[in-house]
């Protein structure tokens, strides 16, 4: 079955950008069924999302995000990425790398562990 | 954007009780709501997709209905393993946005 491993520091100096890599295991990001998406979750708080992509699309990001936020695909090494600049004290979170599934209603459903990513001064 | 209002905050309950848990969306989004649970330190699981649509290999005492823009999450008795908080997510259109979570906990 479908895995999803986060990987990237888990330490970020404010103003500087947020880089991780979601790894697919187990199957092909080229599979067109399925979008690849970052969701977030602030510590204590609730679930945020942050864009997905098709391997052969164009992202799609939240509003929110929008000015920082970039996603990308690379099929060669069957992984995502996600780049999120000029970081402060509110991207301190938890990422999740997740699947979004056509065929259940754009459902996410695969999700990565989640990786704690925090602001050092 | 789609506003997700997600009730009760929290909720106690005893194992073998039905307990219920609603979400309300701020306008229309047929059914293209699914919710999820989520454990401490874990990733969310996937629960119920389109409404009332569960994934294969979650349980049947788990499920979901849709009274127009009011969708509602059942387990119709409920587990040791179902201690958890969950959150209910629209996938009608972007941004995709999610419920504050429903802290379920042991009575």
């Known amino acids: 079955q479908v895995q999803l491993q986060e990987s990237g520091p888990g330490l970020v100096k404010p103003s500087e950008t947020l880089s991780l890599t979601c790894t697919v295991s187990?199957?092909?990001?080229?599979?067109?069924?399925?979008?690849w998406g970052w969701v977030r979750q602030p510590p204590g708080k609730g679930l945020v999302w942050i864009g997905d992509?098709?391997?052969?699309?164009?992202?799609d990001y939240n509003p929110s995000l929008q000015s920082r936020v970039t996603i990308s695909v690379d099929t060669s090494k069957n992984q995502f990425s996600l780049k999120l600049s000029s970081v402060t004290a509110a991207d301190t979170a938890v990422y999740y790398c997740?699947?979004?599934?056509?065929?259940?209603?754009?459902?996410?459903?695969?999700w990565g562990q989640g990786t704690l990513v925090s602001l050092s001064s | 954007d789609i506003q997700m209002t997600q009730s009760p905050s929290s909720l106690s309950a005893s194992v073998g009780d039905r307990v219920t848990i609603t979400c309300r969306a701020s306008?229309?989004?047929?059914?293209?709501l699914n919710w999820y649970q989520q454990k401490p330190g874990t990733g969310p699981k996937l629960l119920i997709y389109?409404?009332?649509s569960l994934p294969s290999g979650v349980p049947s005492r788990f499920s979901g209905s849709r009274s127009g823009a009011d969708f509602t999450l059942t387990i119709s008795s409920l587990q040791p393993a179902d201690f958890a908080t969950y959150y209910c997510?629209?996938?009608?259109?972007?941004?995709?946005?999610f419920g504050q979570g429903t802290k379920l906990e042991i009575k």
């Open positions: 997740a699947r979004k599934d056509s065929g259940k209603y754009d459902a996410f459903d695969v």
């Open positions: 187990g199957g092909s990001i080229s599979d067109s069924n399925y979008f």
């Open positions: 389109a409404a009332s």
């Open positions: 997510q629209q996938s009608y259109s972007a941004p995709y946005s």
């Open positions: 992509i098709f391997y052969s699309g164009s992202p």
């Open positions: 306008q229309s989004i047929s059914t293209y």
